[in-house]
T-cell receptor, first 110, second 114 residues
């Protein structure tokens, strides 16, 4: 079945450093969604990308969807302690079910 | 707006017991789903539904049953609990037509099976 991989699994950064997580698929993705889950919380939707090569920004967060629609990235500029959490990519399939990657856990050292 | 409501928040079961996790949404979403989250495994889809009377299996359906008799409710049943079902369970819903594709999650239900 479909499988979305994420790297790295864990990332520790000093506050103010940049952070990037990558989402990779062996098959073409219909779209890519990104979610953030704070420790002890529930996942919260960040964004959905649909078009090949699409780039979207939300303040310090930049989301990219690869030209071949097989990979995506989330980049955070100048991390803050409020960025701590696990970031998941996910695909909403043609059957409407949403399949998640394993996530990247980010910790920020003040 | 309550959004997605899950009950109970915590539950301890003995092996072999049965229970139902409740999920209700008040956003008139067509799509509802259940995930389990285990350390290092991300969110794995158990069952999902695209409307009342329609359900389908996700990635890890064994040991779980669902039904969707109304648009609002999507209960998850464990017929004979096993220690391997110890996990945090999330219910999530979304629009199928229109919207941003956003999944709205409940607060989660932490289940321990002894």
């Amino acid at each position: 079945g479909q499988q979305v991989m994420q790297i790295p699994q864990y990332q520790h950064v000093q506050e103010g450093e940049d952070f990037t997580t990558y989402c990779n698929s062996s098959t073409t993705l219909s779209n890519i969604q990104w979610y953030k889950q704070r420790p002890g919380g529930h996942p919260v939707f960040l964004i959905q990308l649909v078009k090949s090569g699409e780039v979207k920004k939300q303040k310090r967060l930049t989301f990219q969807f690869g030209e071949a629609k097989k990979n995506s990235s989330l980049h955070i500029t100048a991390t803050q302690t409020t960025d701590v959490g696990t970031y998941f990519c996910a695909e909403k399939t043609s059957y409407d079910k949403v399949i998640f990657g394993p996530g990247t856990s980010l910790s920020v050292i003040p | 707006n309550a959004g997605v409501t899950q009950t109970p928040k915590f539950q301890v079961l003995k092996t072999g017991q049965s229970m139902t996790l409740q999920c209700a949404q008040d956003m008139n979403h067509e799509y509802m789903s259940w995930y389990r989250q285990d350390p290092g495994m991300g969110l794995r889809l158990i069952h999902y539904s695209v409307g009342a009377g329609i359900t389908d299996q996700g990635e890890v359906p064994n040991g779980y049953n669902v039904s969707r008799s109304t648009t609002e409710d999507f209960p998850l049943r464990l017929l004979s609990a096993a220690p391997s079902q110890t996990s945090v369970y999330f219910c999530a819903s979304s629009y199928i037509w229109g919207g941003t594709g956003e999944l709205f999650f409940g607060e989660g239900s932490r289940l321990t099976v002894l």
